[in-house]
């Protein structure tokens, strides 16, 4: 057994019975590649852990991967470490042999919804590119679509979980119980960039790179336009028509 071998003899009863009940519930599942695009608090993050669940997708956080595999010492995390001790950032290459290592795993076989990423054309490029070597290709980007004036309301009241991206708001969303997670009991959170300030920066931000990013894949056929201004379950209820 190599020292990467699990040994299922060590896994509780319980766990191994779940993830079999979820790869026979996922099996009928047809394949989809997605891309969610948005601005900070146009529900991404809500509707990526809906969908994930829903169409047995895995959730691909490219800053918790690069984390992982700094922490893990993978060959490409060893490369990451020494991009950000050279105070560099970490290149878009790295990120996108991250994800392809990713995709290798049973729970991403049904596809997957990168998180953050990608966030220009080149970054799109280069995910396509990967995709391309693995015969695999985007199935659809959902564009989020929602008027800044909206966002600043509900960013400025959003707490999270942070285990599980698990996102509430003081008003439209609480929980049962102010500043604790409903699943859990474990304390919530506010992001530090969850500031109206912070907010106006990230949006320029966002409006000046990511119109390229929708144009490239408008071109494509792939877009998909969704009012973000709706509750979340009328935009989860768009999102499965959509994937229908």
Known sequence: MSSSSVNLE????ESLMNELLRRMKCASKPENCLILIGPPGSGKGTQSLVIKDEY???????????????????PLGIKAKE???????????????????????????????????????VQAQKLDEMLDRQGV???????????????????TGRWIHPASGRSYHT??????????????????????DDTAAVLRSRLEAFH??????????SKKGLVTKLNAEKSPKDVTDDIRKVLS
Request: aromatic share 6%; hydrophobic share 35%; net charge negative.
């Open 83 to 121: 991009a950000v001790d050279k105070g560099e950032l970490v290149s878009d290459d790295l990120v996108v042999g991250i994800i392809d290592e990713a995709m290798k795993k049973p729970s991403c076989h049904k596809g997957f919804i990168p998180d953050g990423f990608p966030r220009t054309v």
């Open 171 to 192: 008003e439209f969303a609480p929980p049962k119980i102010p500043g604790v997670d409903d699943v859990t009991g474990e304390s919530l959170i506010q992001r530090k």
């Open 10 to 13: 060590e896994i509780p009863s």
């Open 208 to 217: 000046k790179q990511t119109e390229s990013v929708i144009n490239y894949y």
């Open 137 to 155: 290709k985007i199935d659809k980007v959902l564009y989020f679509e929602i008027d800044d004036s909206i966002l600043e309301e509900r960013i």
């Open 56 to 74: 047995c997708l895995c959730h691909l956080a490219t800053g918790d991967m690069l984390r992982a595999a700094v922490s893990a010492k993978t």
